[in-house]
């Protein structure tokens, strides 16, 4: 696909060839949590002794050193997305929550949710108050806009399969539309036992690498 066939679009609608995308964005870390691990910048940070994704989302949370009890009220979508926003911004001055944004996809939306959610209604008609609140995908993001007091732009997509193009594209224009300085952007996918997370943290600082399609694609 040629460059000037590829346009990014602000938040007024108006668009711009992706050629005038900031080339001077980077992402500065990143994290993965997947098959019972996590690690940050590539490097080993907790490894799960069982299978179980509960147990391990809980046994990351206290290797985190975190003090949040409201975490173990969540569901395993706000959790893993808590946990990665947890890994990132442990060590970040969010001076003005308006400047920092979330940018996330997946594609069960809040699927692992609405099925637990189901499951309460049964026979007795008494559906879970406190599991309905999850049964929405970007809930995590209030979440992570809580723990952080962050304000800024923000939006949670849901498609067929994981789409760097799309981050990239929309992350890009909401940096040249706005006055964010940094923003969580990735992947984050939590279905039954299955845990695919992959977030990085991108800003106009010139630490880490360039954040471009292919780079995103190199560290997923």
């Known amino acids: 696909m040629k460059t ?6 602000d938040q007024k609608g108006a668009s711009y060839p992706l050629s005038l995308a900031p080339s001077n964005l980077y992402i500065k870390k990143y994290c993965h949590i997947k098959r019972g691990k996590c690690r940050v910048n590539g490097n080993s940070f907790f490894r799960a002794e069982t299978g179980d994704i509960k147990e391990f989302l809980s046994g990351l949370y206290r290797a985190t050193g975190a003090d949040y009890p409201k975490f173990f009220k969540m569901d395993i979508l706000s959790k893993a997305g808590f946990l990665a926003a947890e890994l990132l911004l442990w060590d970040v001055n969010i001076a003005d929550g308006q400047r920092t944004g979330l940018f996330f996809a997946n594609s069960s939306s809040s699927l692992d949710t609405d099925m637990h959610y189901q499951e ?24 992570i806009c809580i723990r952080h007091k962050i304000y800024g732009e923000n939006i949670f997509f849901v498609n067929n399969g994981f789409r760097p193009e799309q981050l990239y594209r929309y992350a890009a ?33 010139r630490d880490g690498v360039l954040f471009t399609e292919d780079h995103i694609n190199l560290l997923k």
């Open 4 to 9: 000037a066939d590829k346009r990014a679009y």
């Open 120 to 143: 309460t209604i049964g026979d007795s008609c008494f559906p879970s108050p406190s599991v309905f609140v999850y049964t929405l995908p970007n809930i995590v993001l209030g979440e």
């Open 173 to 205: 224009s909401a940096f040249l539309a706005s006055e964010l300085e940094q923003a969580l952007v990735g992947w984050l996918e939590c279905c039954g036992e299955e845990c695919d997370v992959f977030v990085m943290l991108v800003g106009w600082d």
